[in-house]
């Protein structure tokens, strides 16, 4: 049970280490952040966005949820979308899953999870979307592999049909959206795509600004 003391002593070596290399390694963060990066990832435990990346504190703006979903209604995700995008003014923002996601996985069956059922029911909307070339694959892995790639693609077209990120681009060309996939079993990440303020929006999430002051 008390294995969490590891954390805390982790902790107080970590500290150490980071004043003997930098004395003002914590002062310098202490009045305000300019993270240049969003990161919007699963929550699963093997992914952890700063390990991977090689991020310090004060680079990475951090949103995760079960299977790295863009919900238009998750006032969370939005909340942290906004306050990025807007006060903090990121230059990328970066959508990552990861093979072997186990929200993925639980979306491709057919079994009801109780009230997951209506998060998991986003993920069974992309597969239904892809459904062709989803059933063409020869096997349960590779069909989980690539929902688990169009899951990310979706998220980041999400993003680019917000009014937050249509006005960003319009106003001062960024953020870049960026789709990666994480492999588990290799540690490599993976990009899948890029959206830029040069992408077309289809033509029904499209926002014009031009009448607003
Ligand atoms: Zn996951």
């Known amino acids: 049970m008390d294995g969490y003391k590891r954390l805390l002593d982790y902790n107080e070596r970590w500290v150490r280490e980071r004043l ?38 004060g680079d990475l703006f951090v949103h995760r949820n079960v299977a790295n979903l863009v919900i238009h209604t998750d006032l969370n995700l939005l909340t942290v979308l906004n306050y990025a995008v807007d006060q903090l003014k990121v230059r990328h923002v970066i959508v990552c899953g990861h093979y072997g996601c186990g929200g993925v996985r639980a979306a491709m069956s057919s079994r009801s999870q109780g009230p997951l059922n209506r998060w998991l029911r986003n993920i069974k909307d992309i597969y239904e979307k892809h459904q062709v070339e989803l059933d063409a694959l020869p096997d349960f892995e590779a069909r989980f592999r690539r929902l688990v790639e169009l899951n990310v693609v979706e998220q980041v077209r999400d993003l680019a049909k ?10 001062e060309r960024r953020p870049w959206l960026h789709g990666w996939v994480y492999d588990i079993h290799t540690g490599r990440l993976k990009e899948l795509t890029l959206l830029t303020h040069e992408h077309e929006v289809d033509e029904i999430h499209r926002y014009d600004f031009s009448g607003e002051a």
């Open 20 to 57: 003997r290399e930098n004395p003002g390694y914590f002062s310098r963060l202490k009045d305000d952040q300019t993270p240049e990066y969003v990161w919007i990832g699963c929550s699963d435990s093997r992914v952890p966005a700063e390990v991977v990346t090689g991020c310090e504190p």
């Open 162 to 171: 917000t009014s937050l990120i249509q006005r960003a681009w319009h106003d």
